[in-house]
Nanobody
């Protein structure tokens, strides 16, 4: 079973940047597609970005495309989410998640393992 631990959240002003990390342990990390989801207060959890098991392909939601970058380092069992040009509407708890497949999409049902989340707050 894959275990995921997020870090790197915090408080930042609008226009600023943060880099989230997701450290994984368990079965071979490189065999899983990874993704980031987020959930704002009073809203449903929403897809942010996903990356294939090799890291060669990535897919983003329209709301973060061009501002966020997902990446992974399979030698370190770690995934990242670089967030630039942050907006107040990016405020949410961000979750790292893993799917037991080479590639996964934007549905949360595809992902079997979830971290505990890290809070990102963007002030205006």
């Amino acid at each position: 079973q894959v275990q995921l631990v997020e870090s790197g959240g915090g408080l930042v002003q609008a226009g600023g940047s943060l880099r989230l990390s997701c450290a994984a342990s368990g079965p071979i990390f490189s065999l899983y597609a990874l993704a980031w989801f987020r959930q704002a207060p009073g809203k449903e959890r929403e897809f942010v970005a996903t990356i294939s098991w090799t890291g060669r392909s990535a897919y983003y939601s329209d709301s973060v495309k061009g501002r966020f970058t997902i990446s992974r380092d399979n030698t370190k069992n770690t995934a990242y989410l670089q967030m630039n040009s942050l907006k107040p509407e990016d405020t949410a708890v961000y979750y790292c998640t893993a799917a037991p497949s080479q590639v996964a999409g934007k549905s949360s049902y595809e992902y079997h393992y979830w971290g505990q989340g890290t809070q990102v707050t963007v002030s205006s």
